[in-house]
């Protein structure tokens, strides 16, 4: 995930939701996102 760039990971983090996808790899991103200090989005899709 280091690759990614903010925005990337961010847009996939809300496809990922969308989709439906596997709740570990939701939880993968969410890590990641936090890890960034990007968590405020976190709190604005919930």
């Known amino acids: 995930m280091y690759k990614l760039n903010d925005d990337l990971l ?3 983090y809300k496809k990922a ?3 439906q ?3 570990a790899f939701i939880y ?3 890590k ?3 890890r960034r200090g ?3 989005y ?3 899709t919930s």
Do not use: M
Request: aromatic share 4%; net charge negative; glycine share 4%.
């Open 17 to 19: 939701l969308g989709l």
């Open 28 to 30: 993968l991103i969410e």
């Open 10 to 12: 961010l847009e996939s």
């Open 21 to 23: 996808l596997d709740p």
């Open 42 to 44: 976190i709190r604005q």
């Open 32 to 34: 990641e996102i936090k």
């Open 38 to 40: 990007l968590d405020y």
